[in-house]
C-alpha cells in the first residue's frame, strides 16, 4: 500500500480564497482523521470519520471550515473564506477500529499539506 | 487548554547518550499513550505506546515510562543515534483499553537533536 495520500503538497493563497485538501486513506482502514499542526497548539485534532461519517467535529475552528469523506478512498478538507491565521501543514490520518493490544488504532498519516495564506 | 504538555521545545544530546523525553497531562480519563516521531516533510510515524495498566514498556532502544499519579510520561532512547534526530510528539487517549482509542490528543512536540 502507498499508504495515506495527500495533496496539494503545498498551497499558497491569497486570503478570501477557497482552498480544498485532499485524502486518500489506507485501503481497509475505517477511521479518518484530520489533523492541523501549528507551533503554538501542535497537533490539533479537526474532525474524525468512521466508516465515512463524521463522528466528531468540535476541532473545527470556525464554519469556514468543512470536511466531507463521500467514500471510503477519499476525503476533502475544505476552508472558504481562507485567512492568514489557517497556515499551517495539515495532516490527514487513517487507522482501522479494534482492540489496541492488536495494534488497532495506531494512526499512519500522510505527509501533509502545507498551507500559506497570504 | 492544553491537555498534553510537552514543556521542552527542544533538547540536544550528545551520540551514545541517553535521550530523556517529557510529557505530562492533565486528564486522569487518559488511559493510553503514545509517541510518535516526525521527520522534516513527513508525517508523524507511531513509535511506541503503553496503556493505563502498565508503567513501563519498551521495545528496543525506546523504552516508555507512565507515572500515572503525576500524571507524567518520558520516553527513553538509549543509546541516541544521529538518526533519531527529529521531533517527538506524545499523545494521549480516553477510548479505553480494550477498543477504539480513537480520538488522540497530541501534544506541542519536542525537537531532538543527536550530536554526532
Known amino acids: 500500500d502507498a499508504g495515506v495520500i495527500q495533496s496539494p503538497r503545498h498551497e499558497v493563497t491569497e486570503m478570501g480564497q477557497e482552498v480544498t485538501l485532499r485524502c486518500k486513506p489506507i485501503?481497509?482502514?475505517?477511521?479518518l482523521f484530520w489533523y492541523r499542526q501549528t507551533m503554538m497548539r501542535g497537533l490539533e485534532l479537526l474532525i474524525y470519520f468512521n466508516n465515512n461519517v463524521p463522528i466528531d467535529d468540535s476541532g473545527m475552528p470556525e464554519d469556514r471550515f468543512s470536511a466531507k469523506m463521500p467514500n471510503a478512498s477519499f476525503s476533502t478538507l475544505k476552508i472558504q473564506p481562507s485567512e492568514p491565521r489557517d497556515s499551517a501543514v495539515y495532516f490527514c490520518?487513517?487507522?482501522?477500529?479494534?482492540?489496541?493490544?492488536?495494534?488497532?488504532?495506531?494512526?499512519?498519516f500522510g505527509a501533509g499539506s502545507r498551507l500559506t495564506v497570504l | 487548554d492544553q491537555q498534553v504538555k510537552q514543556n521542552s521545545p527542544s533538547l540536544s544530546v550528545q551520540e551514545g547518550r541517553i535521550s530523556i523525553l517529557n510529557c505530562d497531562y492533565t486528564?486522569?480519563?487518559?488511559?493510553?499513550f503514545l509517541w510518535y516521531k516526525k521527520y522534516p516533510a513527513e508525517g508523524p510515524t507511531f513509535l511506541i505506546s503503553i496503556s493505563s495498566i502498565k508503567d513501563k514498556n519498551e521495545d528496543g532502544r525506546f523504552t516508555v515510562f507512565l507515572n500515572k499519579s503525576a500524571k507524567h510520561l518520558s520516553l527513553h532512547i538509549v543509546p541516541s543515534q544521529p538518526g533519531d534526530s527529529a521531533v517527538y510528539f506524545c499523545?494521549?487517549?480516553?477510548?479505553?483499553?480494550?477498543?477504539?482509542?480513537?480520538?488522540?490528543?497530541f501534544g506541542t512536540g519536542t525537537r531532538l537533536t543527536i550530536i554526532p
Open positions: 499523545a494521549a487517549s480516553e477510548g479505553g483499553s480494550n477498543f477504539g482509542n480513537e480520538k488522540l490528543t
Open positions: 486528564n486522569s480519563m487518559f488511559d493510553y
Open positions: 485501503s481497509g482502514h475505517d477511521y
Open positions: 490520518a487513517s487507522s482501522w477500529g479494534g482492540s489496541v493490544r492488536s495494534g488497532a488504532n495506531v494512526l499512519t
